[in-house]
């Protein structure tokens, strides 16, 4: 069965820090994977998707995120973060089977001014 | 365009009622899938219909059900709700088979 690990739970970041999250996964199959953010009160929105091709892959509001096959990881980073990124951000795989996102628990971001 | 939209918001209900939830999807989507999420997880996946067929179903008890009309719009319906049953249902629509879903905002249901 496919799993998503997210290592860091809950992070803390000062304005203008950068940032990397972990997003490790295990899947047998042909890899689709996605980063999903839940800003307080709004519900889940896609950041960015890998499906294939340039393993580095761009999404809105200056996030990008890698694929590494070796390592099966697709970690998210952002330069410089902004108070406006405070959020819960979710790493998905999707199972191409049962056509069913796997998520990993989630990783609280948390930005200072 | 308009989003993916569930209806109610919020629901309360009673150990043992019976509860059902609504979901538009996206204009031009014919694929609905449901999620689980309780408070400090991430989603877990129910259900994923597709032409109004059941094309994935995930590990919750058969008290879990779900349908998709002709307007691919769907319905969630849950039996002889139990506590452990309280948490946000999520929709999401994508114009196949789950390629990229994009989620509504859910419904809040709590279970006394």
């Known amino acids: 069965a496919q799993s998503v690990s997210q290592h860091n739970h809950h992070v803390i970041l000062s304005e203008a820090a950068s940032l990397e999250l972990g997003c490790n996964y295990s899947?047998?199959?042909?890899?689709?994977l996605f980063w999903y953010v839940q800003y307080p009160g709004q519900h889940l929105q896609l950041l960015l998707k890998?499906?294939?091709?340039?393993?580095l892959v761009k999404g809105i509001k200056g996030f990008e995120a890698e694929f590494i096959k070796s390592k099966f990881s697709f970690n998210l980073r952002k330069p410089s973060v902004q108070w406006s990124d405070t959020a819960e951000y979710f790493c998905?795989?999707?199972?191409?089977?049962?056509?069913?996102?796997?998520f990993g628990s989630g990783t609280r971001l948390q930005v200072q001014p | 365009d308009a989003g993916v939209t569930q209806s109610p918001t919020h629901l309360i209900k009673t150990r043992g009622q019976q509860v059902t939830l609504r979901c538009s999807p996206i204009s031009g989507h014919k694929s609905v899938s449901w999620y689980q999420q309780v408070l400090g997880q991430g989603p877990q996946f129910i259900f994923q219909y597709y032409e109004k067929e059941e094309r994935g179903r995930g590990n919750f008890p058969d008290r879990f059900s779900a349908r998709q009309f002709p307007n691919y719009s769907s319905e969630l319906n849950v039996n002889a709700l139990l506590l452990g049953d309280s948490a946000l249902y999520l929709c999401?629509?994508?114009?196949?088979?789950?390629?990229?879903?994009?989620f509504g905002p859910g419904t809040r249901l709590l279970v006394l």
């Open positions: 999401a629509s994508s114009t196949g088979q789950g390629e990229t879903q994009y």
């Open positions: 998905a795989v999707l199972d191409t089977g049962r056509r069913a996102l796997t």
């Open positions: 890998y499906f294939s091709g340039d393993p």
């Open positions: 899947y047998g199959g042909t890899v689709n």
